[in-house]
């Protein structure tokens, strides 16, 4: 298993990329976010995923991941305590253009891998920002946590060797530093909800 400071290393590049990402998305432009159903609803009347979903915050997480792992790369290979903390082998990503590619892979992971959590939230009319009551609403708490972490281990073996144990422990963790980065976008407003 790799130590516990190497996968938080890790998961808060992350959630710094995340948080961005969320300022990004709440920044008020002149044009009108564009939903990534564009507005469809299937044969139950109810949205693909909903406004919150937005091609602004798809591609912003993937920018945002592209520019935050490239910054830990720098860290890990010019600071001696950052190398012996990240989990990662930056210095086998010879070239920055490698190094970016795997910070947006990272981001489409992370951003595809919450699109299903929407969809079935919006089959059972909850709405976009909202969360259910009782055992469905922890449940739907914990999963929209766990979501995008769960994409991004999923494709981090196509950069990294990770055991069973690191991607279970990244995920437990990854979840609860989501939730508790969550909880300061809400104190800050940048989230409807907390958690």
């Known amino acids: ?5 190497q996968l ?4 808060v590049a992350l959630i710094c990329a995340g948080a961005t990402n969320m300022i990004f998305v709440k920044a008020h432009g002149t044009a009108r976010p564009c939903p990534i159903d564009g507005g ?4 139950d009347g109810k949205r693909l995923f909903g406004d919150n979903k937005t091609w602004k915050g798809f591609f ?3 920018a945002t991941t592209a520019i935050w792992l490239p910054l830990a790369a720098w860290l ?3 600071l001696p305590v950052a190398r012996n903390l990240s989990l990662l082998p ?6 920055p253009l490698g190094i970016w590619f795997f910070g947006a892979v990272m981001g489409l992971a992370y951003v595809v891998a919450e699109l299903p959590n929407s969809f079935l939230k919006r089959r059972i009319d909850i709405p976009p920002g909202k969360n259910a009551a009782g055992l469905k609403g922890f449940f739907f708490l914990v999963l929209d946590q766990a979501d995008s972490v769960i994409g991004c281990v999923l494709v981090l073996p196509l950069f990294t060797h990770i055991t069973l144990l690191d991607a279970l422990i990244l995920v437990v963790l990854g979840s609860i530093a ?3 980065t969550n ?6 407003r940048l989230k409807q909800q907390a958690g």
């Open 1 to 5: 298993m790799s130590p516990m400071p």
């Open 8 to 11: 938080l290393f890790l998961i």
């Open 40 to 43: 469809m609803s299937l044969r």
């Open 60 to 62: 912003g997480m993937i």
């Open 76 to 78: 890990a290979t010019n």
């Open 90 to 95: 930056f210095d086998e990503l010879t070239t």
């Open 178 to 180: 989501h939730y508790l």
């Open 183 to 188: 909880l300061g976008l809400y104190a800050v």
